[in-house]
């Protein structure tokens, strides 16, 4: 029996079509790259917490200015033979807004990444994902790395390149780029993070020994 740390470990890929991958169900995951179906990276409760705070606090800011956010299951067409689900992204207001259905060719203003802990899955968000990000057009790329605890913003430069924009690890984040007006508090952000259990097994919020 192979364990989940080793189907965490090893990609399961499969050759298929881009009209494939479109019409795989929800709950059947996996990104595609190079025509290949790899796996995703392992999400946990830490992963999911940052995921729902940058939803919430991008959501609050943007859909009533007119923009749209969207979650992780979003299928983008990065290019002819990859698509990515990026963790979260948006879209401002005026921008070319994605269809109701299928797969997204239209890159949107901001892609967001939440660091996995495993060496491939962060060479995934950090590497592969930030060339396929730029050659797409996304505007901005947001990198939060939650074991380093810190928030990277990158902004598409005319050559098609990342260039740094902003970074942080704490604090109140304002004059965010691309979204002026926006504050991001970051300690808000850990606090929620801390509201998790312990590192492993059962644990409930407000229970002294679960901590």
Excluded: C, N
């Excluded at 983008?76 to 990859?82: D, E, G, L, Q, R």
């Excluded at 070319?96 to 239209?106: D, H, L, N, V």
Aim: net charge negative.
């Amino acid at each position: 029996m192979i364990s989940d740390s080793a189907r965490t470990e090893t990609a399961v890929e499969r050759k298929v079509t881009f009209a494939h991958w479109i019409s795989l169900p929800e709950d059947e995951p996996g990104e595609l790259v190079d025509g290949r179906i790899v796996e995703e990276e392992a999400s946990d409760a830490i992963h999911e917490v940052i995921v729902a705070w940058v939803v919430r606090v991008l959501g609050a800011w943007l859909i009533p200015q007119g923009g749209l956010v969207l979650g992780s299951e979003a299928k983008y067409a990065v290019s002819a033979v990859s698509g990515r689900k990026p963790d979260a992204s948006a879209y401002m207001p005026g921008s070319r807004k994605p269809p109701r259905r299928g797969t997204i060719s239209a890159p949107p203003d901001i892609m967001v990444e939440v660091v996995s802990p495993t060496p491939r899955d962060a060479r995934r968000d950090r590497v592969d994902k930030l060339h396929e990000y730029a050659s797409f057009g996304v505007r901005w790329y947001w990198i939060i790395d939650p074991q380093e605890r810190t928030l990277e913003i990158l902004e598409l430069g005319t050559d098609r390149r990342y260039v740094h924009a902003r970074s942080a690890a704490d604090g109140i984040v304002d004059g965010v780029p691309g979204l002026e007006g926006l504050t991001l508090d970051l300690d808000a952000l850990w606090s929620e993070v801390e509201r998790l259990g312990p590192e492993s097994g059962e644990g409930a919020l407000g229970d002294p020994e679960a901590q």
